[in-house]
C-alpha cells in the first residue's frame, strides 16, 4: 500500500486535472501557495489536515477525495499500516479508515489525540455532520459557538460545515471513531 502522502499526491493531481484548474487557480481558491501545492503534489513531506481542508474546499470536493485510496471489493483496514495525518506538532493523528469514495457520502475515521492536543477544524462542505464516538479518555469539542464534554462511551453528533475543534481535557490518550457524513 502506498504511503498516505503518496496517495494524497496523485489525487489532488487528478482532481485538480480533472477540474481544469492551474496550480496558480488552485492556490487562489484554497489559500495554499503554489509551492506548497507543488511540493503535495510530489508527495513530498506530510500535509497538515488543515492545509487538505483548505485544498478540498477550495476544489469543492469532500476530504475524503483527497486520502481515497484504490478500490477493492473488500477491504481489511489495519490501522498500524496506515500513515496518520497529523496536527498540533504530531499529538493528534488521524487515520482515515474508509475514505468517502464520492459515491458513498460518508468517511470512517480513527484519531489519537495525546494528552492536552489540540486541534481547530476548517469547515467542512455546507451540511457535512459528524458523529464522533469516545473509546479513551474524554474530549472537548467546541461546534458552532456551544462547548461539549464527551467522555469514554458517549457520542456527540454536530454539523461540521462551520469551524469547529477538539482538545483533550483528559488525562490520557483519547481515542475515537468520527464519521463524516458528506450530504
Known sequence: MDPMNLIIAKNIRRLREENKLSMDELSRLSGVSKSMLAQIERGEGNPT??????????????FDALTLRPKSPYEIVKTYELQPLLEDGGRVKNYSIFPDDENRRFAVYYLELDE???????????????????FAGCIEINADGQHFTVNKGESIRFRADTVHSYRNVGNETALLHMILYNP
Do not use: A, D
Request: hydrophobic content about 35%.
Open 116 to 134: 492536552e492536543s489540540y486541534w481547530e477544524s476548517e469547515s467542512h462542505l455546507k451540511g457535512t455532520t459528524e458523529f464522533i464516538t469516545i
Open 49 to 62: 489536515i488543515s492545509t487538505l481542508w483548505k485544498l478540498s474546499n477550495g476544489m469543492k470536493v469532500p
